[in-house]
Nanobody, 121 residues
Framework: VQLQASGGGLVQAGGSLRLSCATS????????MGWFRQAPGKEREFVAT????????YYADSVKGRFTISRDNAKNTVYLQMNSLKPEDTAVYYC???????????????WGQGTLVTVSS
């Protein structure tokens, strides 16, 4: 499974961005998908995850109520809608695929290359 994240950019605080993660392969719908982020000088942290069907989602407390993860299995794509962005959301965002819904990075088998989100104050 190959993953390609896109949609990052520069946005002012309070603004919105939607990240996309396009995947290759016919097995996309069998994977749970997750988004992680890594800010400069910090460890990679969990952001959100969604089950293979889209029926279950889970969010980090820091983004709950502001971010929404979704997926379109027909398009082999997972999304992260980010609203009410804050400067502390600045990071490289990575999408990843796992066998089940997980919050720990080590549980994810496949990773995209990352897309940079910069939120200015």
């Amino acid at each position: 499974v190959q993953l390609q994240a896109s949609g990052g950019g520069l946005v002012q605080a309070g603004g919105s961005l939607r990240l996309s993660c396009a995947t290759s392969g016919r097995t996309f719908s069998s994977y749970a998908m997750g988004w992680f982020r890594q800010a400069p000088g910090k460890e990679r942290e969990f952001v959100a995850t969604i089950s293979w069907s889209g029926g279950s989602t889970y969010y980090a407390d820091s983004v709950k109520g502001r971010f929404t993860i979704s997926r379109d299995n027909a398009k082999n794509t997972v999304y992260l809608q980010m609203n009410s962005l804050k400067p502390e959301d600045t990071a490289v965002y990575y999408c990843a695929a796992a066998g089940s819904i997980e919050t720990m990075a080590y549980a994810y088998h496949y990773w995209g290359q990352g897309t940079l989100v910069t939120v200015s104050s």
